[in-house]
Each structure stands twice: as C-alpha cells, then as structure tokens.
C-alpha cells in the first residue's frame, strides 16, 4: 500500500466495475520494454509448446496424454497407470506446495508470465486486437462510432479469428485427454460417428471464446482462485511489482522540472495494464505481476534522465526501508524445500518399476490337498508399463515347491495388464508351518525382471507341532 497516502478508497471497488455497476472495458495500450521481450519469448515458447506437444510421439507414444476416460497417462512419452496412481497424487501435492511456496517468496509471477489465460489473452487475442481495430486510443474510438462498414468488416474479422483462435485452443485440450489420433479420427468419420464429442467441441470452443473475447482480465480479477489466494499468500517480504513511493511521491503532477520525486504522473504504467489498475496505488489483488507496468515506467525514467526502477520487482519490506531486496532467511529455507521436493518427485520417477506384478492367492480358497501334496491357487496380474511385448513365466526364486501355470506361460503386450492364474504345490514333508513365504521370480525368458513374494497356506494343525 501507499503509505504515502491515505486515499485507500479503490481498495473498495474493481477498477473494471463503474459506480454503477457497468463493465469498465481494459483498453491496455501495448507493453514495449526489455521484460515485455522475455515475456514474448516465454509466451510464444509456451504457445507452440502447448499446441504442438500432442503431435510428438516417443517410442509410438505420445509425447504428453492425460487421458482421465481410460485413466491413461502418458508424460514425456513414459507411459503412467493406474497403478502408478500414487506418483500423481505426489507430483498434484508437490505441485500445489511448489506454488503456494512459489507465490510466498516470488508472489504471482506465475500469473503474468506463464499462466495460459495471460498467454493467450496478452499474446494471441489482443495482439489480434491491436493488429485489426489498433492501438488503445483507436479501439475506444472504433467502440464509440456508429456501425458502418470499417466498423462491421474489422468485428467481422476480429470476432472470426478469436473464434479460430478459440477452436484450436479447444482441440489442442482435446489432444491431450484424448489423443491426436483420436482426435485425428474425429474429422475422418465425422460428427455423425460421434455427435457427443463434437457437441462437447463447440461448447468448449464457445467457452474459450467468451473468456477471451468478451470475459478476459475478469478471470484473473474475479473468478481465479489462485489470484483470490494472494491476500494470505503474499507478505511484507514476498518480492511483487512495487511502486517506490519513497522516490514518486508526492507526483510531479505538472511535470515541473524543479521538483524532486520521480513520479511525473504520465500514467503509462496504468495504460499498458491489462488488469485496469493503478500500481501507485500499492499491492492490489488484480495485480498479475505481469511487469508490464515496469517496462513503461523504465521508458520514461529513461527519457526524464532519472534512474530506473521506480516501479520495480521488490518487497514492500524493502520499499518502506529503502534498501536493496535481498532473501530473509525463511525465504531460502522455502526455496531449499521447494529444491527437495522436486528431488523426491524426480527420485520416485525415477525409480518407478516397468513391470508390477500383483500376486494374491485366489479369493475364498485356503488350501487343497492331494496324497502327496498341499496345493494353492493364486491370480496374478502384470502391468507392462513399457513400449515392448514380452512372455513371461513365474518361477519360485528360492525355496521349496513347484509352479504350474494355469494355461500355460503369459504374454504382457506394450502398454497392457495381462491376467492368469497358477498353482503352487509344496510336499507335505516339506511344510512345517500354516503360513509360509513363498520369493517368486518373474521371469521373461531367462530374464528375472521382478521379485515377488506370496503366502502359502498349510492346515493349522501343522503349527502345534
Ligand atoms: S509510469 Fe512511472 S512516472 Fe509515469 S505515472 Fe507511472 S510511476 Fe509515475
Ligand atoms: S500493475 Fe503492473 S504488473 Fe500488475 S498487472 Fe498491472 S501492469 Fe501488470
């Protein structure tokens, strides 16, 4: 906040909401700046990222799926399944401390920088806005005259490319829960093969096209649930966009040379704002920590030969003091655990099994017994989360007893569970116990690829003995 000043009355409204009530349209004048070009690099990377990554394939797979209908997933070409269901919930809660500590220490740059609703909207939906309808001034200028026909053909074009625009978004989403083969299918049977899925297609389409025709910087403001977390997220010391009022204030409101403070009240820095708001205002909910605001400022520190940095990423901590933001100690505890954290997701990918073989002894049975023998049934259930097929054979590793499979060896194809049944007979001379521990081995040829264990049950007078 401004501790220069003690109007705090826009904390009582949105600067998108008039007084009574109406949308206040964002006419955000085009950021040019050293950051806005970091920016434009990240966010085209993201873009041609986000679009093409589902047509890579690795190994025949695709390169990122999140098939959640057939609870398929596949990231940077490993595949991931149900099984693997653990190594997801790790990774959504590591993901989630990584953000809260994220914001806690670096505030909402997330937002401004790699947020897919500001990548689209500030490079893809206004870019075509400033392309078509012009700069700022002349959007508010096409918006106040009477239809005719540059004002007719220019929302024509606009509003046909947004959709466009809104339409590969969707089928971008859509190759990734489905597939880009699936989603290749589609166009080549058509809606009557499956009217569902193009049904869904259009909703989804109309949606991206409200949010980023018409809803835009409200999904940030209003209806984001990480922007409404800010307020307990961020403290005095969480580096945010910061206006120094120490050096802007009281504003050189008449540009009058003489005066001291650095603020010469230009309000480019409220112009190129794609939220509507005033940084000088201090820390505000709207604020995405876009910088965008920073690079005006910077352009006219530049020009009025004063330094840069009057808006800058900082803490409000060091803003008050007047020094130089620099880590506290809780800060570097947060981004050292923020480091483990992603060592222990990275470390339990790593060691993800292959192959998991669950065996269990068949429901509702105990044990048989022939002449010579005790007998039990187990099923058994491999997984093969790799891209090649292999038969397999179980064998018991150590110890007493033989094996026969039930309908001979298993075949685990790419990708596939591959189910079967066997019996495992231990001679009655050889059981000394009710329960005993059976090492399997699974084999693939000669192969061992898993070790497994499983339980053998005898008659319980064994154990009186
Ligand atoms: S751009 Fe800089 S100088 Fe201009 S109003 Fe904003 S803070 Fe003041
Ligand atoms: S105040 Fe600055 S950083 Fe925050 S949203 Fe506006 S332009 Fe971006």
């Not at 390169?63 to 959640?68: D, H, R």
């Not at 075509?128 to 540059?150: P, T």
């Not at 083969?181 to 096209?209: R, W």
């Not at 329960?435 to 049950?457: A, C, Q």
Request: aromatic fraction near 12%; proline fraction near 3%.
């Amino acid at each position: 906040m401004n501790q220069k000043s003690n109007n705090q009355s826009f904390r009582d409204k949105l600067t998108t909401v008039s007084d009574d009530g109406k949308r206040v349209w964002v006419y955000a004048k085009q950021p040019k700046g050293v950051l806005y070009r970091y920016r434009q690099f990240v966010a085209y990377a993201m873009v041609i990222f986000l679009i093409f990554a589902p047509f890579l394939k690795i190994g025949g797979e695709q390169f990122i799926l999140l098939n959640f209908l057939e609870r398929k997933f596949v990231i940077f070409g490993i595949i991931f399944w149900p099984q693997d269901f653990h190594l997801f919930v790790m990774a959504l809660i590591s993901f989630i401390v990584f953000i809260v500590l994220f914001t806690v220490i670096y505030g909402r740059l997330f937002c401004g920088w790699v947020c897919p609703q500001t990548i689209f909207m500030e490079f893809i939906f206004r870019r075509i806005e400033w392309f078509i309808d012009g700069n700022s001034q002349k959007q508010r200028k096409l918006k106040e005259q009477a239809w005719n026909l540059e004002k007719i053909s220019k929302r024509v074009v606009k509003h046909a490319l947004f959709y466009l625009f809104a339409l590969i978004i969707t089928h971008s989403f859509l190759s990734y829960i489905i597939g880009i083969n699936q989603v290749k299918e589609l166009y080549v049977l058509g809606p009557k093969a499956h009217p569902g899925t193009f049904a869904g297609i259009m909703v989804f389409s109309g949606v991206f096209y409200f949010i980023f025709a018409w809803f835009r910087e409200q999904v940030c403001t209003i209806t984001c649930p990480y922007g409404r977390l800010q307020g307990v997220m961020l403290d005095t010391n969480s580096m945010i966009v910061a206006y120094d009022y120490n050096r802007g204030e009281p504003r050189n409101v008449h540009n009058n040379k003489d005066a001291n403070a650095d603020c010469i009240d230009c309000r480019n820095c409220v112009t190129v704002c794609p939220t509507g708001i005033d940084i000088r205002n201090g820390t505000q909910l709207e604020c995405i920590n876009c910088t965008a605001c920073i690079d005006a400022c910077n352009s006219v520190m530049t020009r009025i030969k004063k330094p840069k940095g009057l808006i800058r990423f900082a803490s409000e901590k060091s803003i008050r003091e007047g020094i130089t933001h620099k880590l506290n100690a809780r800060a570097i505890a947060y981004t050292i655990l923020l480091a483990v954290l992603l060592g222990v997701v990275a470390f339990l990918f790593h060691i993800r099994a292959d192959i998991e073989t669950t065996i269990l002894r068949a429901p509702g049975t105990l044990y048989q017994e022939t002449e010579e023998a005790y007998t039990n049934l187990y099923n058994i259930e491999i997984v093969n989360k790799t891209r090649r097929k292999f038969p397999v054979s179980i064998k018991i590793h150590e110890g007493k007893g033989k094996l026969q499979m039930i309908g001979g060896d298993l075949c685990a194809l790419r990708g596939e569970l591959v189910k079967g049944m066997f019996i495992i007979l231990i001679g009655k001379e050889e059981l000394s116990s009710s329960k005993n521990k059976v090492p399997l081995g699974v084999y693939s040829g000669e192969e061992l690829i898993e070790k497994v264990s499983s339980t053998f049950v005898g008659p319980n007078n064994l154990d009186t003995y």
